[in-house]
């Protein structure tokens, strides 16, 4: 049966998740957590946690899941070693310099590839793989067939999540709440801006999605081999925890579940299986008046379900009660098994104890997660042990069987001591321009500067015919899952046609392009923040990093002089807001599933600003209305090996590049983006 895996803010949910069923917790480290504002736990609460569940059974993940900057490292060492000391089950991880210290801390740890690295095709998955992940948590954002031919293509273990709160953004590719409000998303503090009422003509909250809930699908996605369904919500209340677990334990076994207490619990204006159906139909949704009035007594209902622990183990018991002999009882649970003694029975001065009678006793295991399965019983007549006697040595009994419980689920793992990243490398680059196109008339304005040293262009603006093919870096879909074939084809096209340069946007990206022979190029999107991080991206055998825009300037520039290989940093532009599948402007629809779609437009915000919006091949890209300019701060960017100018609506790219060129400040309003204010 595939895992449910349950969230856990805190004690009380882990309890109720336990008690309720969850085969799987997960939770949250004080400090590096995607939900840094979950009550989440500490060395010691941590240690109390792990307990409580490995005498069930119970797995615990740890959620490591945030981007780390170089000055938080001895930080983070400090709490890998404290969950390891606590024997979790599994880290949870999107930062590949977080993956390399635990490899190096405790190797015998299992690592998971956290949704937030944006794995959505079956390359994401055969490259997590690689990289030593034993798990890997998909996009939210697929469909079943999309979950089935990964999952049943790759050697990794797959996760999705099957419940809970369902972002409009892809997966590990949104700087909304960091752009616009300094609070980053991939820092565990989303401050949630795409539920504000953002809106496209008449049509309102555009961009706020209806909670998922793939419940009733459980079946037919364990019969394609999911290995475990995640339930979302480290920051709902307990009742909520449990209600999930419970209708998805009865899903898995055909029993009838309540999903409409469940949606009453904690829903926005319902569910949605749009993206899994891949249908994108009433998806949709905000927390109504409604919803919260409904809630209060739904909670209560639920609280009903964790009262008392669920049974999760048969038991086998035997019981030797023999004239002049001490007791001996045995159990056996699986693999574990328990022995204890007691004391000589005695004779019984009336009424014997019967077998039966000793059968029934030692099968009251209420109040446990153990059930009673065969039970043997050998009795000589004339035996006499009182009722309390006998549950005494039934208690002792199931206490030891647990403590056996814990020490088989406990690793005990081999910790290294954290060792400092360093780096001999002191580069003095000399900084190089390139720009980032979107459009055939700035791909030919560019390619007449001889001062872009490369050209970053979609892949569907080339031709046979465009001159200059050693200088453009082509850049295909972010999303692949379902077009991951298509673009092997095209990539092979590209490579037959001349051109040897591709972008990367994840790992996934980045096996493919090196397994065709082509040469990858970083981006922004693969979220480097640390020097481990650019060390192991380079690893997977990238040409060149481009470093997040969430990166303070000198953290960047530091980061810049560690790095073997060219390292740069957008440098003018719209900064990326979003990248979604569903179209705001097209009423959610998706739009240029195969090809690139030319509807360029604008929504609202709350102030109402326009908020731009470019739509490409299969996902559409809303921006920043602030453009980003460096241009008068020539002194930075010279820091990098290069500096890249992205544009979107500009007319003339050569002015541009002529106004940095100059040390020229541009006029009117402009953003420096997070680059001198930083996130949290």
């Not at 949704?285 to 009903?304: C, H, W």
């Not at 040293?453 to 972010?478: G, Q």
């Not at 719209?574 to 604008?602: A, E, Q, S, V, Y």
Request: charged share 25%; net charge positive.
């Amino acid at each position: 049966m595939s895992e449910i895996l349950a969230p856990c803010g805190g004690m009380e949910s882990l309890i109720a998740a336990v008690n309720s069923g969850a085969d799987a917790v997960y939770l949250g480290e004080e400090h590096f957590s995607a939900r840094r504002n979950a009550e989440n736990f500490n060395e010691n609460t941590l240690k109390e946690a792990v307990k409580l569940c490995h005498y069930s059974g119970v797995k615990v993940y740890v959620t490591l899941n945030t981007l780390i900057f170089d000055k938080e490292m001895s930080e983070l060492a400090k709490a890998i070693e404290a969950c390891a000391r606590a024997e979790i089950d599994a880290f949870i991880i999107q930062d590949l310099g977080v993956v390399r210290l635990v490899k190096d801390m405790v190797p015998e740890v299992p690592v998971h590839a956290s949704t937030q690295m944006t794995v959505n095709s079956l390359y994401g998955a055969i490259a997590a793989e690689k990289l030593g992940f034993s798990r890997v948590v998909l996009g939210r954002e697929l469909s079943f067939e999309q979950i089935k031919y990964i999952t049943q293509n790759c050697n990794i273990e797959t996760e999705i999540f099957v419940h809970g709160a369902l972002c409009v953004c892809v997966s590990g590719q949104c700087y909304m709440s960091s752009v616009l409000g300094g609070r980053s998303g991939n820092r565990g503090l989303c401050a949630q801006p795409c539920r504000l009422d953002f809106t496209y003509g008449d049509r309102h909250n555009i961009l706020s999605l209806k909670d998922i809930s793939l419940i009733k699908h459980l079946k037919e996605l364990e019969n394609i081999g999911v290995n475990s369904f995640k339930i979302e919500g480290r920051m709902k209340r307990p009742e909520y925890v449990a209600g999930a677990v419970d209708a998805c334990r009865k899903a898995l076994a055909n029993k009838e579940f309540d999903i409409d207490t469940l949606g009453k619990v904690f829903s926005r204006s319902g569910f949605t299986d749009g993206y899994y159906t891949d249908s994108f139909k009433n998806m949709q949704g905000i927390r109504t008046k409604e919803d919260v009035v409904s809630a209060p007594r739904a909670l209560n209902a639920m609280k009903q379900i964790y009262h008392r622990h669920f049974v999760r183990h048969i038991v086998d018991i035997n019981a030797e009660i023999l004239k002049g002999k001490s007791v001996k009882l045995t159990a056996k649970s699986g693999t574990v098994n328990a022995e204890i003694t007691g004391d000589i029975p005695e004779i019984a001065v009336n009424k014997p104890m019967t077998t039966d009678y000793v059968k029934s006793q030692l099968s009251k295991l209420g109040g446990t997660v153990y059930r009673a399965g065969d039970v043997n019983v050998t009795l000589d007549e004339g035996l006499i042990i009182s009722a309390s006697g006998l549950n005494e040595l039934r208690r002792r009994l199931i206490a030891h069987l647990s403590e056996n419980m814990l020490i088989k689920n406990s690793h005990n793992y081999r910790i290294n001591p954290y060792r400092e990243f360093t780096s001999d490398i002191r580069k003095n680059p000399r900084m190089a321009y390139r720009c980032e196109v979107s459009n055939q008339q700035q791909l030919k304005e560019a390619l007449s500067e001889d001062d872009y040293e490369f050209i970053y262009a979609p892949y569907d603006l080339l031709s046979e015919n465009t001159p200059d093919k050693f200088r453009i870096i082509a850049l295909p879909p972010v999303f692949l899952a379902d077009c991951e074939n298509e673009v092997k084809k095209k990539l092979l096209w590209l490579k037959e046609s001349g051109y040897t340069h591709i972008g990367s946007y994840t790992v996934g990206h980045t096996l493919l392009i090196k397994e065709l022979g082509l040469i990858p190029h970083g981006t922004i999107r693969q979220n480097i923040t640390n020097s481990i991080s650019a060390s192991e991206h380079i690893k997977t055998g990238l040409q060149d990093i481009s470093l997040s825009p969430e990166l303070l300037m000198q953290d960047a520039i530091d980061i810049a002089k560690k790095t073997p290989a060219k390292c740069g940093i957008i440098a003018y532009g719209r900064l990326p807001l979003m990248l979604t599948r569903r179209c705001p402007i097209n009423d959610g629809k998706p739009c240029g599933k195969n090809k690139r779609k030319d509807c360029k437009g604008f929504i609202k915000d709350r102030q109402g600003n326009n908020i731009p919006v470019i739509c490409g091949i299969n996902t559409v890209e809303i921006l920043n209305p602030d453009v980003l300019v460096l241009s008068d701060r020539q002194r930075d960017i010279n820091s990098f090996d290069f500096v890249i100018l992205k544009f979107t609506y500009e007319k003339n790219t050569g002015e541009i590049l002529r106004m940095y060129k100059n040390d020229i400040k541009s006029e009117g309003k402009l953003t420096r983006g997070l680059y001198y204010r930083g996130v949290q």
